[in-house]
Every structure is written in C-alpha cells, then in structure tokens.
C-alpha cells in the first residue's frame, strides 16, 4: 500500500491527471438521451469478455446538449487505475483489499458540507439539473448507476451503502430496483410493515474506495455492517458524511450531487410504456427486463457541489465487471482463508462472468490433503459470494488474470470424468438467461442453476511432473 491523498472524485481525477494516466475530454456537443451512450459503447462498453483488463480511458463529456454539468464514464474501466485509486497493487487487487473489511472507521458527521453548496427543495425538477442518461432507446427511462444509496433501518439505526438502479419517472420521481436480501430492501421492508417511507440519500460522484466498498454484500459484510468502514480504513479516517437537509438520512459529504427523498410503500411499473418492455443493458451482456412493479422514490432536496460533475456507468463492459469483481474477489479470498485453507494464493473473477459469475481461485499445494481441501475451497466459495456460477481451481504457476492460461489448466490438468463437482437446483442470479426451464428440463423453476468447481489443479502426487 502506498500513500495517496484521495477523498472525492475531484482528488481522485486530479491524482489520475498528475501521475499520468490520460482522461480523455470530448469536447462534441451530444444529447444525453442515448448518444453520449452510444458514443461511448466506442470506449468500454460491449460483452463482458469483449474489453481487456485495461480497456479504455475515463472520458469526460464536457458538452452535454441543455446542460452545464459534464458528464464522466469509465473511472472504473482499467483494473490498474482501480488499484492506483486504492492504494493498492492491481495484481493481488481483492486479496489486498480484503485486508480493509474492518470496523473502527466510522463515519464522521462533517458540518455545512460541499455537497450542500447549492440546495434546491421546492419545485424539484432532476432532469432540469442533472444530465442523466437514457441508454438505448427500448430503455424504460434515464437511468441513475452511480448512486450510491445510503439507508438507516428504522429501529436499529444500522446503516449500509449500495448502489441500486434508478429510473428517473417524474420531475421528483424515481423507481428503485431493489433486490430482495439486499440490505436496503431489509430496511424497505420492514419501514413497509410499519406503514412509514424509508428516508433515504443518493450520492453521485464520490470517492472511488466509497463505489468499490459499496460493491460489498453479504456474507463478508453482514446486516448490519456500514460498508463505509472499508472506505474508511483504505483513506486511514472515517468518511465524512453530511446530514441530509429535508430527512434523517445522511450523505458522502464530498459528493458532487446528492439526491435526498424516501423510499415510499408504493409502488409503480419500471417500464410505464411497456410493463413488458426493456430496462437497460445489464453486466452479463443482455438488454435488462423491467421490473413489472418497483418501489417509488420520492425526492425531497437535491444538493450539489458548485460546478458539479455527473457520474455515470453503462453496462455491460470492463468497468461494470471492475466494479462487480474486485469486491468479489476479496470477499471470496477471505472467506476460504479464514474458513477453509490458507493456501489460497490470489482470486480474479474474469469479466466473462461480469465480476460475479466466474471466478478462478489459485492455491499452493504442499500436500496430498491439499487436493481435498482445494476442492473444498471451490465448494465454499459458493457459500462466500451467492452470486458465484463457476469456480475454477488453478495452481500457482497459472497466470489468473489470463484466460488463455487458466484454459491452459484446463486443458492439460482436468479431466470431464471427475475434475468437476456440480451441485444441481441452487440459487441463481436473476440476469443468467441460462437458468430458466425453457433453457433446461433439468431447471425445475425460474432463478435455480448448476453451480460448478473445476478442478484445473494438478494432484499433488504429479506435481513435481
Ligand atoms: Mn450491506
């Protein structure tokens, strides 16, 4: 780890600037109603295996048709600058980051903050501000993806930040895609029950150890773990939070925007033209369904910096699958470290699985147990990340972060007969197309899924072969 001074995305792109890593400018007058999205598809969008490690530089889209606030994509595209953005090496980038699930970072309440430089609370109009983008044209709406949505549950005061997508449905109105055990639908749930709306913020353009500790999900961060805490330990000082100015939430203090308002019991269609219709672009490479009903949120402030800067991601591509996977990866390392063996020696979960799907898992093997206890690692890596399909098992000569060595592997170290263990009718992520019965009699109803370990390791009676 290496000393940087970062605390928002303004020391963030000013560090990037200074220790050369390009930002490209455009300059081009475009619409953010879907051609600044199909600009960028040039850049880092496409299938998740289509960009390389480090696809793309951040683009910045000065000249947004009606809108004095530039918009940024593609932070996240390149593994190397996320690492750099951290503090951290991009090779062992998950199993050093694991090292910062801590507590004792908690979040420091910072008075008359930047991000309520300028606050609008009456005749709230978004779209009129903020240049949010619409992505395709079947897209149910503009979309916000780079918000990240910091909740309180009502009766306990636990606290958790994530990023849940939001379209944009009215001048102060947003439906939030909320997945169920997801820690904010915990507390949506239970303000619910109690008849209340859940007070929530939306901070868009904050520091990148904030978007990539809000990526964390449980197990590894339980219920009732601020995510924030990770952040914090990366910068060695609590996140400086802000407290809303028409709720009881609070927000990232140095956000470039913040949209405040409550998650209401109520409920509306994603897709009002079409309840059948599209969402947008997901991480695993397919155009999205919209969610048939979705909770309504109401917006109650928007709060921003002076001369702000809108952040935004385009799924699916290098920079989503970034995002997805390097907490990912460190939430599988630690998990089979600490429960199953120390000889796990790195994770990556390639961007063909969009982050989160495929994961390769590497380990030193000192003896004949090691084979066991390898394969137990590849069947508890699906108990540390529930979203996993795929593990491979690869040993510690095999370059992780290149497929055409892991296929390597498992073309010369693995055999059909009996180097898989697949375990049939478990939980699946709801993006796979692959896990529905219309794909497969052997899927008894939609969302269940083979989970799959692949073992690419030589049996340590062989290895000095
Ligand atoms: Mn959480």
Redesign the pocket.
Known sequence: MYEINVYDLRSALKYLNTSGEKIDVIDQQLSADCEIAAHYSAYGAGVPNKSNLNHGNPVIYKNVKGYSVPVLMGLFNSRSTCAKLLGLDHINLGRELSKFVVDGYVPQIMDNPPCQENIVTSDIDIMKVLPILRYTNSSAGPYITMGVVYAQDLETGEE???IHRLCVQGKDTLTIYLIPG??IEIFYQKAKKMGKPLPITISIGVDPAIYLAST???PV???G?N?LHIAGALRKNGVKVAKAVTNDAKSIAYSEIVIEGYILPDEMPENTKCVDGDSLPEFLGYIGKAQKSLPIVKVSALTYRNNPIYQTIVGPGSELSNLCGISTEASLYKCIKESVTDKIQNCFCSHSGGGKLLAFLQFIKDSTIDDAKTRQAGIAAFAAFHELKHAFLLDDDINILDERDVLWAMTTRFQGSHSIISIPNLNGHPLDPSQSPEFSSENPIEGTTYKTVFDCTVPYKMKDK
């Open positions: 958790d930040i994530t997801r820690h964390f999900s449980y961060t339980p219920l773990y995510e």
